[in-house]
């Protein structure tokens, strides 16, 4: 199995494997996700027969391997687009298996080149949940509405640790290309940007600026990002941890000459104890800036360069009607409350539950009172081995009356969560 999947890392790099010693110190990891799911009342009307139920499925695969002494290289194959009940897919080319198997990761990583390590290819970026840029496997079951999604970037990563000041650095770049249009370098969505981090006592500390320049269909949109990330370990009190972050949109929409103005802010504390195991809390508050006057010459509405965060099994996976979900000129401020338990006798489980309130910066465009509703999310999940787990979860979300006229009912969610490590 280790030389087929090494073979086709090859062919998916470098378009031939007539050299078995591009094998040395081959590696391969990898996982299956299977996430079984039911929701009802998405219309928010118990009386309408809409109860749905899905299973996705997702397989990934990653290898790594030499090249040289200088250089290695990681590709990763993905196949995420089946669902239980479907038909069963043949290896046709054109239309068949092997046109659904993707190879997201195929980079080169060049090891210590003027003291940087460079990645020269696809690749994932940044960190899962991320609210500014992420590119890379979702989490399941926060995940996109029927598909546990996988998107990497194309493009250059710089990575650099040096000490200054009296401390260590990381720091890392990126120029890459989201997405080219034709004709080529014309219609593309471009990527740049830095990101340092550094820990100073018991906080640390993360400042980064990314740009977005999409000049698809048209465009000339040049979206400008700075934020600052701030988290602390509480000498005060054991196990308490404080996190804070902003950010501020600048550049210029120059289809319209719109002004880039929104922000975002974040706050969340984390405070674990032992309690006949491991008891934890959690609060996180949110909010992005929606934009008021769409028709003026600033856009108040905070935009992210590829966002990751979504809170709330139901809300945060898209399983809300479209006619209900915040658009980027609505806004949003979230909070929530939450706690786990793994108990000391049975410390392979794990039972979390969640509360949250979502409410619209404003209520001009898609809701009519800026609250637009309650999520509860209970989860239990029994971790095997450090390979194999289990989870079960369940989600309730009650919707503000007011937006959603007559019909009211809370939308339910339930489903049963299956991950297998190699």
Known sequence: MKKVIGMLALVALVGNIANAELLKNFKADGQVDVNAYSYNNADFNKDVNDKKAFTDTRVMINAGFDLNEDVNAVVSVVKNNRQYGTASQSATNGTGILDLIKFEQ????????????HKLGRQYYGDKGDMVIYYGPATMPYTSK???SVAAIDGWTGWYKFNALNRDWNLNAIIAKETQGAPAGQNDTN??????????????????????????????????????RANWECMFVKNLFIGLEYDMNMGKNHTGDVKHQGYAYKANVDYSMDLAGKLAFSGEYAAQSGDKNTTDKTDKAFQAINTDYRPGIIMGAGFLQAAYTPVAADGIAIYDVGANWTPEKLNKLNIGAKYYNFAADNKKNTYVDTNIGNEVDVMATWTHSANVSVSGYYAMFSPEKKNVGANHDSENMMGAMFNVKF
């Open 106 to 117: 195929a980079y080169l990583n060049l090891k210590n080149v003027f003291g940087i390590d």
């Open 191 to 228: 990527i740049t940007g830095i990101n340092a981090k550094t820990n100073v006592d018991r906080w640390n500390l993360n400042a980064y600026y990314y740009q977005k320049v999409d000049k698809s269909a048209g465009l000339a949109d040049y979206l400008d990002l700075v934020g600052a």
């Open 146 to 148: 029927f598909t546990p």
